[in-house]
Structure formats: C-alpha cells, structure tokens
C-alpha cells in the first residue's frame, strides 16, 4: 500500500482549460484539496517567477503537489495528474475499464490535448499577436473549430450521454473547458450539436459546476 496522501494541492488558474480538467476530476472523485491560484496575466505573469519555476519548470498550470512519506511531490501536465489520481483514487474511475474504450477515451482526450488547445494557449497567441502580427483570435478559432469538429466525428461511434457511452470519462474533461473557450473566441457551434448536448448532460452534474471557471476564487468578473 503506498503511503498516505497528505496537502493536496492544485496550482491554477481560473480560466486556464488544463487547470479545469484537473478541477473537474478532483470533484468527481472528491478529493479534499487545496487551491493556490497562479495568475497568468499579473505582472507578465505570475507563472514566469522563480518561485513557481521551482516547482514547474515549463512555468505552466496546472501543477499538483503533494507530500506522501516525508518527501514533497509534484506533477504538472494535466494528462499526468488527471492518470495519478484514477491510480491514487480509483473510486468513481475516469477511464473505462474496457481496454478499447479507455484507449477510445485517451483517444479524444488527447485530441484537445496536443491536437486543439496548444493552438490557444495564451503563449501561442502573444507569438502570434506579437512576433508575427496575426490576428491571434482567428488563429485561435480557426483551429479550435477543425479541433471540434474532428473531435464530434471521432465521438459519433460511441458516443452515448456523455463522450464514451453513459459514464463520465476523461474525453468529458477534457471537452466541456474547450467549449468555453470556443465560445470565447466566436466558434460557431450549430454543427457540433452533439458535443453541446453532452456538455449540457455534463453540467447537470456538481462536479462539473463546481470546477466551472466562472465559480473559482480567482475568477475575474470581466474575463481579463
């Protein structure tokens, strides 16, 4: 047995959709944790200082840190995190437990994790606005709508209330925070009906309106 778990700690930041996959999966399980926001616009961004270098070197969030026997833990990536807790926390699993599904599962969640989100990163966008003069709002959108809509053909073959059948898995985490952000940057979404409507059943759960952007502590009622 691995020894206790002890100062659960989420570094995030409200908005940020890689933070939001990890809120929604420690509600799900109910995890008691702690919660230090990581500003990403303050002052350049909070991110970039040293002190939080020290526990991220990609000065990314999220990042979950943790003590277990004695020695002081940390993981970032939200794909890392969101594996260690269905390992530390198999209650309320994230992943079917069929190998097709949880590899169809891994699948679409992966396809918003390195196919559409790093293409609205708020990095991405500064390089695009500022080195190279671009509009970095249709860069934005334009990739999150082919990213979506991919997504929705990929989902079609098993999708059932949610993304992979009736349960809650990751491909769900990782959807719901990306569709706030096409809303965000004017994606039309009449085509991806099927996606709004699994959104729509994911809401009406307390996990995924607890981990909401717009409900966290840090959350700027402007969206700056």
């Known amino acids: 047995m691995s020894a206790e778990i002890r100062g659960l700690t989420l570094y995030g930041y409200w908005r940020s959709s890689c933070s ?6 420690l509600a799900h399980k109910g995890i008691e944790h702690a919660y230090r926001p990581v500003n990403l616009l303050r002052d350049g961004g909070e991110q970039l200082r040293d002190d939080y270098r020290a526990k991220n070197p990609m000065a990314q969030v999220p990042t ?15 794909v890392a995190i969101i594996e260690l807790l269905e390992e530390l926390f198999p209650a309320r699993p994230l992943l079917p437990a069929d190998p097709y599904l949880r590899a169809k599962a891994r699948q679409l969640a992966e ?11 708020t990095a991405t966008l500064r390089y695009v606005q500022g080195e190279l003069g671009g509009d970095e709002k249709a860069f934005g959108r334009r990739f999150i ?6 997504f929705q053909a990929a989902a079609s073959e098993l999708s059932g209330r949610f993304c992979v059948g009736d349960q809650v898995t990751v491909a769900d985490l990782f959807l719901v ?5 096409a809303r965000r940057y004017g994606v039309d979404l009449e085509p991806l009906s099927t996606l709004t409507r699994i959104e729509a059943a994911c809401m009406a759960l ?4 607890a981990a ?7 959350a700027i009622p402007d969206g700056a």
């Open 177 to 181: 925070p990306q569709l706030y952000n």
């Open 111 to 121: 396809m918003i994790n390195s196919g559409t989100q790093p293409m609205q990163n």
């Open 212 to 218: 909401h952007a717009d409900r966290q502590a840090d």
């Open 20 to 25: 939001w996959r990890v809120r929604i999966a």
């Open 64 to 78: 979950l840190e943790f003590e277990q026997g004695g020695a002081v833990r940390r993981v970032s990536q939200s």
């Open 145 to 150: 709508a082919s990213g979506l809509a991919a």
């Open 206 to 209: 307390p996990a995924f309106q």
